[in-house]
């Protein structure tokens, strides 16, 4: 992703950052001395940080949901109940209860529960279902499972293959009408009668023990099962809630971000309560309702991705743009060209952009308020040279590798020790792939990222772009393998290689498959095609746009050119005798992409 926004930060914009400093020093050493938790006998993590919240606001509203408003008493109370029954029900310490269900106070009360009681929540993606869903359970061997009723569907589907006890297997309802579906327990019921005590577990949970897996698009094209700790969660809560944000009572997070992803769960949950302040949720994001939801909930945060605030600034222009108590927000992904313009619109003071892989050890935090950049970091990082065609970092004649120039691009790597340790996935094999020995210097240690960063002076970074199999399109990681795995499950199809193209003024990257046909073009049904996909895969994951190959080039080692692909992309004068096809919002069917259709898609007529 070019970014012709790369302004260096110089000496005189760090000064006039001084009184800023200044001012935040009393709470980045109070937010440092939360966040480092060393003594492995130190009580902590996300039940007793929720605890120690209550404590300090127990009135003030702790969850938002629709007309629903839960104080930190009475959201402490309901997750204790359920954690009681849990407890009655023979769970405790490491043991993985699955979660599968939408944004609601009920999925973060039973994530509360769970972790209180020293047990780990397998926080599956809504949009999973059939073979993926069945992997992601299998991969971390839960002993229950609590479902939404809105998922009912989608997990019985697929409950034969998945060994839980019926038992453990918990229901909660939606909006409490309809009847407790066969095979289930109605977990609210069930723990209705449980003392509404803090459970003794809570104070018996240390920063090694995990809190959450979190799932991450795997380039074997299922998804890994990253291990998120309690002490991960204390360093998040308080970087991003106390030192980045300055949170406290009387403010408001409103985020609609999926609570599956490690930015809405840990980053943005996280920050509300590490300031005691309450936590607005959305079932799904809508931009129409958007501001609507701000000024009823009185956020003074939001939690976003870059593509929410595209959105956004898509919406017609209204006198109330500025009507709302918005002074900050948290997230990643917003791009340079929409950064200036949405602050002014919107009336917005501090853009706190962040990086940070769920499944990694680093994090960057835009502290300062400088625009463009993810900000800094307070790990030791490098920026390195790599290979373009393998995505591998390259190591020079003496066997070390390379640190970029300032100023320059490179794969960022990010150093493994004590004070950033690296939890890694469920499968030792993940692991071996992600981390690199011997960088700089013998016997060191550091986690390939596999993202391009630039660096821009005085420490801080700016993201540039995903490398390697995966790519980012509506605030979600898509595996290009899984998308290449399900098209060659199609009958007519006999090669496919997908990756990710841009299109002028979107964020991330749309999907793009290049696919050779078992026998010819002719027999290739493009509605019936689109319809495979989005039977299979999930919304985000459907290619956009399609390219027919009769053969595909790959080279030396047989690895298909993806690079050139990307490149000619959906460019019909860069593409040969290939005929291109984009499915086009609004549309049920793939369609030619002529000169015309390309000029439409680039001017923007189309909004994707």
């Known amino acids: 992703m070019s970014n012709s926004h790369s302004e260096m930060i110089t000496l005189g914009m760090m000064l006039r950052k001084v009184p800023t400093i200044v001012r935040a020093l009393p709470r980045l050493v109070r937010g440092i001395r939360v966040a480092n938790i060393t003594d492995p006998d130190q009580p902590c993590g996300l039940g007793w940080t929720f605890e120690q919240a209550t404590q300090r606001n127990p009135e003030g509203a702790a969850l938002l949901f ?98 839980i006890d019926p038992q453990r297997t918990w229901y909660v309802a939606d909006q409490q009408v309809a009847p407790v579906p066969q095979g289930y327990i109605d977990l609210m019921a069930a723990s209705a009668d449980c003392s509404t ?23 074997t094209g299922l998804p890994k099962a990253g291990i998120f700790k309690h002490g991960r969660w204390m360093k998040s809560s308080a970087s991003f809630g106390t030192i980045a944000l300055d949170m406290g009572p009387e403010d408001v997070v409103y985020c609609t971000l999926p609570l599956y992803h490690a930015t809405g769960l840990c980053v943005c949950w996280g920050s509300a309560i590490a300031g005691a302040s309450g936590f607005a949720i959305r079932r799904k994001f809508s931009a129409s309702q ?46 340079p060209g929409v950064w200036g313009p949405f602050k002014e ?28 950049t993810i900000g800094f970091s307070l790990m030791h990082w490098a920026l390195v040279d790599y290979a373009h065609d393998t995505c591998e970092p390259i190591r020079g004649s003496n066997g070390f590798m ?11 790597l990010a150093r493994i020790d004590d004070k950033a340790p690296f939890d890694g996935y469920t499968d030792p094999e993940k692991n071996r792939k992600v981390v690199l020995s011997d960088v700089f210097e013998k016997g060191d240690r550091y986690f390939n990222t596999g993202d391009l960063l630039r660096s821009i002076g005085f420490g801080h970074a700016q993201f540039v772009d995903r490398l390697g ?37 979107t ?48 080279t030396g080692t047989f690895k298909y050119q993806k690079v050139r692909l990307k490149e000619e992309a959906f460019d019909p004068h860069k593409v040969g005798d290939d005929p291109l096809y984009a499915w086009l919002p609004g549309s049920d069917t793939y369609v030619p992409v002529t000169v015309q259709v390309l000029a439409d898609i680039q001017s923007g007529k189309y909004r994707y």
């Open 66 to 163: 629709g007309d629903q408003v839960l104080s930190y008493r009475q959201a402490n109370q309901h997750a204790n109940r359920i954690a009681h029954h849990l407890q009655a029900q023979g769970i405790g310490k490491g043991d993985v209860v699955a979660l599968f269900i939408e944004n609601r106070p009920e999925l973060l009360l039973t994530v509360l529960a769970v972790a209180k009681v020293g047990g780990i929540c397998a926080m599956l993606n809504t949009a999973q279902t059939q073979a993926v869903l069945v992997h992601s359970l299998t991969l971390v061997n839960p002993v229950a499972i609590v479902v939404g009723a809105e998922l009912v569907d989608a997990y019985d589907a697929v409950r034969e293959q998945v060994a």
């Open 197 to 219: 005590d803090n459970p003794a577990s809570s104070q018996q949970i240390y920063f090694n023990d995990p809190c959450f897996y979190i799932y991450t698009s795997g380039t």
């Open 290 to 335: 958007f501001w609507d939801d701000v000024r009823k909930f009185n956020a003074t945060t939001l939690g976003y991705v870059g593509e929410l605030c595209r959105y956004l600034m898509d919406q017609p222009p209204s006198e109330r743009d500025r009507d709302n108590r918005v002074v900050k927000m948290i997230g990643n992904g917003l791009r």
């Open 345 to 372: 619109r919107f009336g917005v003071g501090h853009i706190c952009e962040l990086y940070a892989a769920s499944d990694g050890n680093i994090g960057f935090t835009n502290v300062l308020n400088f625009d463009n």
């Open 402 to 412: 390379r640190e970029v120039q300032k100023g320059g691009q490179g794969l960022l």
């Open 469 to 505: 199999d995966t790519y980012r399109w509506k605030g979600e990681n898509v595996s290009t393998t899984e998308v290449e795995n399900i098209f060659m499950q199609h009958p007519q199809i006999t090669e496919a290689v997908a990756y990710g193209v841009e299109i002028a003024n």
């Open 507 to 554: 964020n991330g990257r749309a999907g793009m498959a290049a696919i050779t046909p078992s026998e010819s073009l002719a027999t290739l049904d493009m509605q019936a095609l689109l319809q495979f996909a989005q039977s299979q895969m999930p919304a985000y994951a459907v290619p956009l746009f399609l390219r027919v190959k009769v053969k595909m080039e790959t």
